[in-house]
């Protein structure tokens, strides 16, 4: 758990802890398991419903999830059931996007925060080949674009 940039990474029983929730200023909750599904009012989901295979294909949509809530200055809340795994998959998948920095160098800092984490072989291989196909094209792109989205917000306030 790390909640100096705005996401806490941990499993499914501190997912439900309201009073952890607020003291984080936690508005947006990413969670990844088998029966993934909204538990608190309030909070704004994403659900992936994944068992342990290829997350890839979710790693856009959690990326700009997670963005999106920091920009507005919220928190995230990113779980799996054991907090181990597949949340840390994301959220390193996350990190390489925001810093452009190397799935190893990555897990490392979130492994900083949290040592338990620990991807399966499998989710290794995923953030290895998410670092050599896609992640010069979502930096790039995604990211710039919600930048200059919360930038043409801002500058309409300013007018």
């Given at each position: 758990t790390n909640s100096k940039i705005g996401v806490i990474l941990t499993d499914l029983a501190d997912a439900r802890d309201g009073e952890l929730l607020a003291k984080h200023n936690i508005t947006h909750i990413l969670s990844i398991?088998?029966?993934?599904?909204?538990?608190?009012?309030g909070m704004t989901y994403l659900c992936i419903s994944a068992a342990d295979h290829s997350k890839t294909q979710y790693?856009?949509?959690s990326i700009m999830f997670i963005h999106e809530s920091r920009l507005k200055g919220e928190g995230c809340l990113?779980?799996?059931v054991a907090g181990v795994s597949r949340s840390v998959t994301l959220v390193v998948a996350y990190i390489m996007t925001v810093t452009g920095r190397g799935w190893v160098e990555s897990?490392?800092?979130v492994r900083a925060?949290?040592?338990c984490a620990g991807p399966n072989l499998g989710?290794?291989?995923q953030l290895e080949e998410f670092?050599?196909?896609e992640l010069t094209e979502v930096s790039d792109t995604d990211i710039t674009l919600l930048y200059n989205n919360n930038d043409d917000e801002n500058s309409h306030n300013d007018e």
């Open positions: 398991h088998d029966t993934a599904a909204p538990i608190l009012e790693f856009r949509d990113v779980h799996c897990l490392a800092a925060a949290r040592p989710f290794l291989r670092e050599n196909t």
